[in-house]
């Protein structure tokens, strides 16, 4: 069974960092493109960027390019998504989601939910 | 980068009824076009890729059309637990984009 198990709840302040996770088992992780999509309070979804654990290709959403970085350790079958200074505004809840160019986001983790607050 | 609008933004809809959400690409492009379904509190869940391939498990009142610039899912015969918001997305090119949704409502 494909799964993807996302690290816990965050609050933080404004200006600390972060990296949140997203473990994969149940398929092969380096075959397969790992995204990240946020999910602000009521809103919609947000592509934010993606990579490829097989060769750490990784592209990013021009809205989210230099606001966060991802990466992922093949070795342990997480991926990651980091802040290296959180503002208010990041407050949202993230997704992880794994899939292929031909299927899209076929599986996705139950959600990381970041409050940044002073 | 492809923006996608999806129309409407709200639906009302009874039981039984037949729902059409259109998807709108600001630039054409061929097949790679999914749709997602995401109820309250919990992770979106894939339901079409490939415009009209259906994901295993998702029921068959469900389909998808469209190529170009214009998408659509419809539900033949919308059923109780239908009532959820709807995303399109394309995967065409980086970014990947999703359209603004559209939230299915009981009338």
């Known amino acids: 069974e494909v799964q993807l198990v996302q690290s816990g709840a965050e609050v933080k302040k404004p200006g600390r960092s972060l990296r949140i996770s997203c473990q994969g088992s149940?398929?092969?992780?380096?075959?397969?493109?790992i995204g990240w999509v946020r999910q602000m309070p009521g809103k919609g979804l947000e592509w934010m960027g993606i990579?490829?654990?097989?060769?750490?290709?990784?592209r990013y959403s021009p809205s989210f390019q230099g606001q966060v970085t991802i990466s992922a350790d093949k070795s342990i079958t997480t991926a990651y998504l980091q802040w290296s200074r959180l503002k208010a505004s990041d407050t949202a809840m993230y997704y992880c989601?794994?899939?292929?160019?031909?299927?899209?986001?076929?599986?996705w983790g139950q959600g990381t939910m970041v409050i940044v607050s002073s | 980068d492809i923006q996608m609008t999806q129309s409407p933004s709200t639906l009302s809809a009874s039981v039984g009824d037949r729902v059409t959400i259109t998807c709108r690409a600001s630039?054409?492009?061929?097949?790679?076009l999914a749709w997602y379904q995401q109820k309250p509190g919990k992770a979106p869940k894939l339901l079409i890729y490939?415009?009209?391939s259906l994901q295993n498990g998702v029921p068959s009142r469900f389909s998808g059309s469209g190529s170009g610039t214009e998408f659509t899912l419809t539900i033949s015969s919308l059923q109780p637990d239908d009532f959820a918001t709807y995303y399109c997305?394309?995967?065409?090119?980086?970014?990947?984009?999703f359209g603004q949704g559209t939230k299915v409502e009981i009338k």
């Open positions: 989601a794994s899939g292929s160019p031909y299927d899209a986001f076929t599986f």
């Open positions: 990579i490829y654990p097989g060769d750490s290709d990784t």
């Open positions: 997305q394309q995967y065409n090119s980086f970014p990947w984009t």
């Open positions: 149940g398929y092969t992780f380096t075959g397969y493109w």
């Open positions: 490939k415009v009209s």
């Open positions: 630039q054409s492009f061929s097949s790679w």
